[in-house]
């Protein structure tokens, strides 16, 4: 593959990473991208720091493997070195490495509660972490920008399940069922 246009040294051009998922429960991830160069240093940085730099050899594809991600959200990018100059940065590539399940409270309704008469359409609402989805019985519910939720609930008479599952963007689960009654 040959590399058509390549831009002079005088404005470099940033290497650009492939995509990453949103999410990973890994620690350590390979990232790959592409160089307008075969040859020169690419410079990865990781949450501001400089991270890694590795050399090109006669190809524009390049890997940098075990890159060791924070808890949380990470942010990824790259630039180019040749000689003496630099290029600026390539566009943030965000990652939120996420070990652990997401959290999930559920403040109501109660588990075990008994509704009656005019209180049919309840109010499911609980807390998660903000980038999370929720469903409540595959319904998607609302999550605001401080990770509440709500959701309303029509009960049918008698015993309503009620299943809320919290999904975070690496694709792990925390779920909750309660059980509740109604009698019109």
């Known amino acids: 593959r040959q590399a058509t246009n390549l831009p002079s ?6 290497p650009q ?3 990453l998922p949103q999410g990973t429960t890994e620690e350590l ?7 307008f160069y075969t040859d020169g240093k690419v410079e990865l940085f990781l949450n501001g720091f400089s991270y890694e730099i590795i050399t090109l050899e006669n190809s524009q594809d390049f890997e940098i493997r075990d890159v060791k991600l924070s808890k949380g959200e990470n942010i990824l990018k790259v630039r180019m070195i040749r000689g003496n100059k630099r290029s600026e940065f390539s566009e943030d590539y965000k990652i939120s490495y996420l070990k652990d ?3 999930l409270e559920i403040s109501s309704p109660l588990d ?8 049919q359409d309840i109010d499911v609402k609980g807390k998660t972490d903000p980038e999370n989805t929720i469903r409540v019985n595959n319904f998607i519910a609302i999550v605001d920008t401080e990770g509440n939720f709500s959701y309303i609930f029509k009960l049918k008479e008698g015993e309503n399940k009620i299943r809320v599952v919290a999904t975070n963007l690496a694709g792990r689960t925390s779920e909750k069922e309660l059980t509740v009654s109604y009698s019109p």
Not at 29 to 35: F, L, S, T
């Open 17 to 19: 990473l492939d995509p």
């Open 112 to 119: 075990g509660a008994s509704f009656t008469k005019a209180d």
């Open 101 to 103: 399940e997401p959290n």
């Open 9 to 14: 040294d005088a404005d470099l051009e940033p």
């Open 29 to 35: 991830i390979n990232v790959m991208g592409r160089a």
